[in-house]
């Protein structure tokens, strides 16, 4: 399988406590995307990366979650002290960007996070 | 600002029957481009088809065709001859600045639920 993978699909955590998600993007990606779904609504936009770069954050993205793309493959999403209202679908997708592409953006198949 | 609108909720079609979901955006971007994702029950979001704004055909993956109304700014997906695997929620997406400097993120709709009857 060559898409996107994160892990884990599920994680049920306690409130006050830190996760951590993984995100593995189609290989010759340049960008990684994180967004955030809730029920009933869009994903809505975390944060990107180009290559290792963190070009833009969200205003969503408080000083509690923090992403990593160390090597411009994998990435991380760490959320500390988690709170209720963390609770969500946490998505990733992966684009190629650059010349005649469109950029589009696949996705993989979401770590469902649900804080006690 | 950048919106994506769309205004329905919950759609129901008969197999084989064609489909259009609405949507609408607010841009003043003249270079933007517009996506649909399907999302079955299990998650995933899955890529359907893309317009570029400066796309002068309407764009068509297979069942799927994107019906651009550039000055109405609407880009409706219609889907022909549904299957009982269409039965998902559809979401609109916008991109600005898809020719170079694009900031990446994608701005979504709230989605259409489509379930298609036997």
């Not at chain 1, 779904?37 to 994903?43: A, E, F, K, V, Y």
């Not at chain 1, 946490?90 to 993989?108: I, N, V």
């Not at chain 2, 890529?47 to 400066?54: E, V």
Request: glycine share 10%; with cysteine.
């Amino acid at each position: 399988d060559t898409g996107v993978s994160q892990n884990p699909r599920h994680k049920i955590t306690k409130r006050g406590q830190n996760v951590t998600f993984r995100c593995d993007p189609i290989s010759e990606h340049n960008r990684l995307y994180w967004y955030r779904q809730t029920l009933g609504q869009g994903p809505e936009f975390l944060t990107y990366f180009q290559n290792e770069a963190q070009l833009e954050k969200s205003r969503l993205l408080s000083d509690r979650f923090s992403a990593e793309r160390p090597k411009g493959s994998f990435s991380t999403l760490e959320i500390q002290r988690t709170e209720q209202g963390d609770s969500a679908m946490y998505l990733c997708a992966s684009s190629l960007s650059g010349g005649q592409s469109t950029d589009t953006q696949y996705f993989g198949p979401g770590t469902r996070l649900t804080v006690l | 600002a950048q919106k994506i609108t769309q205004t329905q909720p919950g759609m129901f079609v008969q197999e084989k029957e064609a489909v259009t979901l609405d949507c609408t955006y607010d841009t003043s971007d003249p270079s933007y481009g517009l996506f649909w994702y399907k999302q079955p029950s299990s998650g995933e979001m899955i890529f359907l088809i893309y317009q570029g704004s400066y796309d002068q055909q309407n764009a068509t993956e297979g069942r799927y065709s994107l019906n651009f109304q550039k000055a109405r700014k609407s880009a409706n997906l219609v889907i022909s001859a549904s299957q009982l695997g269409d039965s998902a929620m559809y979401f609109c997406a916008m991109r600005e600045g898809i020719y170079g400097g694009s900031q990446g993120n994608l701005i979504f709709g709230k989605g259409t639920k489509l379930s298609v009857k036997p």
